[in-house]
């Protein structure tokens, strides 16, 4: 069975430093990985995607993320945090001849940047 | 592309009632899902339309659940008899066809119920 996790459910860190935060997936078949953003109240924003083209995704407000078959990780990281990256972020799976396309998210990771 | 619109926002009603969520999709998207997300957990896989034909129901989606997607553009989700363990954000989100899997999904906003 598929599924997503998403190591540290809350990572914090100061404006302008490194921002990384991990997903390991579990598939038996080739998958399709997706990083989304939630703000509060709000749905979910997509990031970027890895659909087995280029392995380095570059997705919207200087993310991205690096798909590594050999550890079975899409950790998503942007050089320099902004106080308006401090949201919830999904990293999710789907593959191809699976459940018509749904998605597995992993349980999320809370971003917090300090001042 | 006007998003995903979700109706409505915010939903409380008493344990027992009935409620009916509303899901405009994208227009030019087939695909339709609708997903749960309860507190501090990522959303859940409850059921897929590909245009009006609903193809899956997870294991989630009991009998009190029903969903509808006439004439496949928006879709309903029913809950009937609402217990307390029904509290959650309800997603809709709808997608292209294509290869299955790789298109992206566009989220609405939710509707968050709440029951007392």
């Known amino acids: 069975a598929q599924s997503v996790t998403q190591l540290g459910s809350h990572v914090s860190v100061s404006e302008g430093a490194l921002v990384l935060l991990r997903c390991n997936y579990s598939s038996s078949v080739p998958p399709y990985l997706f990083w989304y953003v939630q703000y509060p109240n709000q749905g979910l924003q997509l990031l970027l995607k890895y659909t087995s083209a280029a392995t380095l995704v570059k997705g919207i407000n200087d993310f991205e993320a690096e798909f590594k078959k050999s550890e079975t990780s899409f950790h998503l990281t942007k050089p320099s945090a902004h106080m308006s990256d401090a949201a919830e972020y999904f990293c999710?799976?789907?593959?191809?001849?699976?459940?018509?396309?749904?998605?597995?998210f992993g349980k999320g990771t809370k971003l917090s940047v300090k001042p | 592309d006007t998003g995903v619109s979700q109706n409505p926002r915010h939903k409380i009603t008493k344990r027992g009632q009935n409620v009916t969520f509303r899901c405009d999709p994208i227009s030019e998207h087939n695909r339709l899902y609708w997903y749960r997300q309860t507190l501090g957990q990522g959303p859940e896989f409850l059921t897929y339309f590909q245009n009006e034909a609903q193809l899956e129901k997870s294991r989630l989606l009991s009998d009190r659940f029903s969903a509808e997607r006439p004439k496949g553009s928006f879709s309903t989700l029913e809950i009937q008899r609402t217990e307390q363990g029904d509290s959650a954000m309800y997603l809709c989100?709808?997608?292209?066809?294509?290869?299955?899997?790789?298109?992206?999904?566009?989220f609405g906003d939710g509707t968050r119920l709440s029951i007392l």
């Open positions: 989100a709808s997608s292209l066809g294509g290869t299955w899997g790789n298109q992206p999904q566009h």
């Open positions: 999710a799976v789907s593959y191809y001849g699976g459940s018509q396309g749904n998605l597995i």
